[in-house]
């Protein structure tokens, strides 16, 4: 926070003073912050052009700025508590935007019950860029690391389902048209259901010349602003060996606690949560390869003692969250997808990487 | 810390490793890290055009992104301990560049006696950008804010000087030409000084088509990447009422803190301190308000009881920082500039700042 920032934070300052409760905080109004205590720590940015569309909503940015390292607490099993924000906005985007974008962060500060503890802000030439530094309390004496998992674990999904947001990126980018995310479903049907919901949904849920379809909402709504669930925080304290999330593709993901732990990691092909939607687009001719490594699923994937299965299950209630054992952890390296009678399916592409540098 | 990203991470996670000592940044590999304790915390980002020049030599873009968050940190009283990073990098730049960048942001986190607790990086199409969060461990029981200012208080000045940033930013940038800068020096000397030094300092310390100059070279290499100096930390921790760090220019800051606290600010020009050249420019037709506006000095501004000043200055022990009383906390609002006689200087221009938003 240098004055020179803080100085134009001052335009967001006040829009966001009320969610900066912690005393730490200052009221925004220091060049540093005090936090105490444990907490997990984590920082993640997103970049327009790369990780978000430059016509997406500043208010669905503003949420998924947040919500990606909200994300990474939860899957550390722990409760989200603040955050600091950088905002680098190009000097082309209206001002007013600014106030759109503090209204939507700050809402979604105080839906995870986080305050804000303070930021920075410069305008560019370049394109919009938010930058997030969030902090948890760590809801148990140990933060399940990537590197955790045991031979004989189960592998665990919660917190939602693999290739929505995929799919909806495909649909708001234009890479899939309709007819073929449609192949196979009861068009009457989805034409009631769409529309009893038009005109209760943001104008940027519907595609350009189309009439609003209900299923491509929710798929963009995914993609714009992943649903995280902060109740996963705590199944994670209580049962992960290894944990970590989903945003890269299911199989990269995998493969990445796979290789920290030196273990092995099969995935069940039939046992990998999908919406309806995506399943239907799957088993009418779309590639399911696509939706386990498309990535923006923004779910928790974690490691426990099959010895813990019942409790497990148990303790999550009855259709509170979503939550799917998709495998189990072997000996050997490297993730295995395989059908129902255990052969592996190849898998072309195992995950996307901005690359760094030339 | 998304997992696309600690991906990308990779490139510079090995080359920093060494310097991840902390067991809470777990090696740099996973998708959070752990702190625990008192945290003064600040966050700063540096952009490619705004904050430095295209053709800044990438090691001191490094260290600029490191130095400006440590600036805020010191200030507060507290000692560095960590840092998080975040590297937003061009498509178009050498990826060979990003070995220089971690070798010298890997040097200043341990001269600085700091470790790197994790980060993210993305690609960009538009300018490089560094965002930093510093952690330090605050070195008294209270952390003075810019508001707690006191009417009868010293204001003082410890680290370095005014203005020498600003002036090597108008030499490097071509703003002012060499023969304005030179006005008045004796050129014999600064010809011996600078005949003497010459292949002793990096290539870009020498303006395009001019022989080296020593003077201007130590100048520039003040804007390139300040010089801190976490001594300065316990002073403040010990002796300060209200403090903040000098980044936008002495006199805007000096508003803030005077703002802040509610009372009003007195700066005695001729108590300021500058550097030889900066003084002699001055002196030599060039406009001291300038020098006390320009910014990115990065000295602490701090204010502290009168009764302590004999306590302050014999703390300090002789030459080892420079220490300047330049004014007085008074009753009212604002920042006055005054002579020898205490008339007001008018100040026509109190600071800059990167706009945010059309």
Same sequence: chains 1, 2.
């Avoid at 540093?32 to 970049?47: K, P, S």
């Avoid at 569309?53 to 989200?80: C, F, W």
């Avoid at 105080?110 to 804000?116: K, N, R, S, Y």
């Avoid at 998992?149 to 708001?172: P, T």
Wanted: charged share 25%; aromatic share 6%.
């Amino acid at each position: 926070m240098t004055n020179e920032s803080a100085d134009e934070f001052d335009t967001i300052r006040k829009l966001f003073a009320p969610l900066a409760t912690s005393a730490g905080a200052r009221g925004l109004a220091d060049d540093a912050a005090l936090i105490e205590g444990r907490h997990v720590v984590t920082t993640d940015a997103i970049v327009e052009g790369v990780h978000f569309l430059k016509g997406d909503p500043i208010a669905t940015v503003a949420m998924k700025a947040l919500r990606v390292n909200v994300s990474d607490l939860i899957a550390k099993g722990a409760q989200p508590r603040a955050a600091l924000l950088t905002l680098i906005w190009p000097n082309e985007r209206p001002a007013e935007d600014i106030e759109v974008f503090a209204a939507a962060f700050g809402g979604d500060l105080a839906h995870f019950g986080m305050t804000l503890l303070g930021g920075d802000t410069t305008s560019t030439d370049g394109p919009l860029i938010i930058s997030v530094t969030a902090f948890g309390e760590p809801l148990a004496e140990r933060t399940p690391a990537r590197a955790d998992a045991k031979v004989g674990d189960d592998v665990w999904l919660v917190g939602g389902e693999i290739g929505s947001a995929w799919l909806g990126l495909q649909l708001r980018s234009g890479a899939m048209q309709m007819d073929e995310f449609a192949r196979g479903r009861d068009e009457d049907e989805a034409r009631a259901t769409s529309e009893s919901l038009a005109g209760q949904t943001p104008d940027y849920l519907t595609l350009p010349g189309l009439p609003f379809d209900a299923e491509a909402a929710w798929l963009m709504s995914t993609y714009l602003a992943p649903f995280i669930r902060p109740e996963c925080a705590d199944l994670v304290a209580r049962f992960a060996n290894a944990s970590m999330d989903v945003s890269d593709g299911l199989v990269a993901d995998a493969a990445k606690l796979a290789a920290a732990s030196g273990v092995s990691l099969r995935i069940e092909a039939t046992a990998v949560p999908f919406s309806i939607p995506a399943e239907r687009w799957a088993f009418s001719g779309g590639d399911f390869r696509k939706l386990i490594t498309g990535g923006d699923d923004y779910v928790v994937l974690f490691t426990a003692p099959a010895s813990a299965r019942a409790e497990l299950e148990a303790t999550l209630g009855a259709g509170a969250l979503r939550l799917s054992r998709i495998g189990a952890i072997e000996a050997g390296e490297g993730v295995r997808v395989v059908d129902l009678q255990g052969d592996a399916i190849p898998i072309p592409n195992a995950g996307f990487r901005h690359k760094l540098g030339r």
